[in-house]
Nanobody, 122 residues
Framework: QLQLVESGGGSVQAGGSLRLSCAAS????????MGWFRQAPGKEREFVAT????????TYADSVKGRFTISRDNAKNTVFLQMNSLKPEDTVVYYC???????????????WGQGTQVTVSS
């Protein structure tokens, strides 16, 4: 079992950057693919990025490709989301999640953090 805690959210102007972190407690962190998702009020959870346990493969949503970078440090049980060139439409709550398979489908993620708010002003 994993417990996930996100941090690093906040407010930034358009064009700025933020780095989200997700710290995991529990066993076998490197066995899990880790993903970042985001959700606006009243909308479905949206895939942002995912990374395999050994960092060999990553996948991004088209909406963030070239602007966001996912990475992980298995020694520190932490996954990161570096967000650059932020846009007002990136304003939502961001969640990290863990899955036993490498997937973009949120239904296959079994552990979730509580979320962190990102607000981008124009």
């Amino acid at each position: 079992q994993l417990q996930l805690v996100e941090s690093g959210g906040g407010s930034v102007q358009a064009g700025g950057s933020l780095r989200l972190s997700c710290a995991a407690s529990g066993r076998s962190f490197s066995s899990y693919a880790m993903g970042w998702f985001r959700q606006a009020p009243g909308k479905e959870r949206e895939f942002v990025a995912t990374i395999t346990g050994n960092s060999r493969y990553v996948t991004y949503a088209d909406s963030v490709k070239g602007r966001f970078t996912i990475s992980r440090d298995n020694a520190k049980n932490t996954v990161f989301l570096q967000m650059n060139s932020l846009k007002p439409e990136d304003t939502v709550v961001y969640y990290c999640a863990a899955a036993l398979v490498y997937t973009t489908n949120p239904d296959e993620y079994i552990y979730w953090g509580q979320g962190t708010q990102v607000t981008v002003s124009s």
